[in-house]
């Protein structure tokens, strides 16, 4: 039997990326990243400072650098940043080495699960939700380019989403790319 290739979750702000990545990485015994915590990790303060002292330009430079590093790695779970798909390479870098998981949900569901988070610099700004909604339209055509498939994490817990992810994806073990999965028999997650 063959492992499932690299998992790599993609979508907006308040999908639970990370929440849902960790525990997808623990059920199936496979390494953790985040790539804001590793760019914070880094840099040695948080996305905030970044967009700050460099604005989202130095800030998605960094992003870039660890996504090629991180998705060489064999065996992971990735959550990527929410703009993580606004530069090219990342889309197709993500594509080339996993299975893409576009975790999505409504503009509500985001403003309900960011509301109290200050460590969002896109959402410092007069209207929140317009900007999420504005967001998501730029954004959205892309995560669902770059998708193997793409999961809903409305009103759902982590772990019913974790148990979509792993039900759906079984038939990508073995895969190196999206057209890859013709007859695969005999792979498990």
């Known amino acids: 039997m063959q492992a499932l290739p690299n998992l790599f979750l993609v979508g907006p702000m308040g999908t639970g990326k990370s929440t849902i990545g960790r525990t997808l990485a623990a059920e199936l015994q496979r390494d953790f990243f985040d790539s804001d915590h590793v760019i914070e990790q880094r840099c040695g303060c948080n996305i905030p400072w970044i967009f700050d ?84 339209e730029v954004r959205d055509p892309l995560y669902r380019d770059t998708a193997t498939l793409i999961v809903s994490t409305d009103r759902r817990s982590p772990r019913s989403v974790v148990a979509e992810i792993r039900r759906r994806t079984r038939r990508y073990a073995g895969c190196v790319s999206r057209d890859c999965c013709a007859d695969l028999s005999g792979y498990s997650l």
Do not use: W
């Open 53 to 136: 002292v460099e604005g989202e330009a130095g800030f998605r430079l960094r992003e870039a650098q660890v996504i090629d590093e991180i998705t060489r790695y064999q065996g992971i779970v990735l959550a990527t940043g929410g703009g993580a798909v606004m530069h090219p390479t990342n889309r197709r870098l993500l594509r080339e080495r996993g299975v893409v998981i576009y975790l999505s949900t409504t503009v509500e569901q985001q403003l309900k699960r960011t509301s109290r988070d200050r460590n969002r610099p896109l959402l410092q700004c007069a209207d929140p939700e317009q900007r999420l909604r504005e967001l998501l």
